[in-house]
């Protein structure tokens, strides 16, 4: 069976740095759309960043753009997010996402997810 387990989060004062690990499993990873989500309490579910399975573009989205960096590594099965000069608005639960030979950014395109990491911005 397909597992994405997360790994990396934490509390960090603002400004700092944290990065996130995603190491997947039961999958053929290369094929697969590699994902970051958020979601604070009371709020939607986000799409961060995400790098496609064809090419190995990625995608931001415009509050973390210039701070945070997706990477993967196909001979490993991870995807990391290094997250830089945080700011208290990061604090959520961060979620691994994957999705067969698809892309974009709205959650219903993901098949499969991580249980969650939490991240904590101190003010």
């Known amino acids: 069976q397909v597992q994405l387990v997360e790994s990396g989060g934490g509390l960090v004062q603002t400004g700092g740095s944290l990065r996130l690990s995603c190491a997947a499993s039961?999958?053929?990873?290369?094929?697969?759309?590699m994902a970051w989500f958020r979601q604070a309490p009371g709020k939607e579910r986000d799409n961060v960043a995400a790098?496609?399975?064809?090419?190995?573009?990625?995608y931001y989205g415009a509050s973390v753009k210039g701070r945070f960096t997706i990477s993967r590594d196909n001979a490993k099965n991870t995807v990391s997010l290094q997250m830089n000069s945080l700011k208290p608005e990061d604090t959520a639960v961060y979620y691994c996402?994957?999705?067969?030979?698809?892309?974009?950014?709205?959650?219903?395109?993901?098949?499969?997810w991580g249980q969650g990491t939490q991240v904590t911005v101190s003010p």
């Open positions: 996402a994957a999705a067969l030979l698809k892309i974009g950014t709205d959650y219903k395109t993901y098949d499969y």
């Open positions: 039961g999958l053929t990873f290369s094929a697969y759309t």
């Open positions: 790098i496609y399975w064809s090419g190995g573009s990625t």
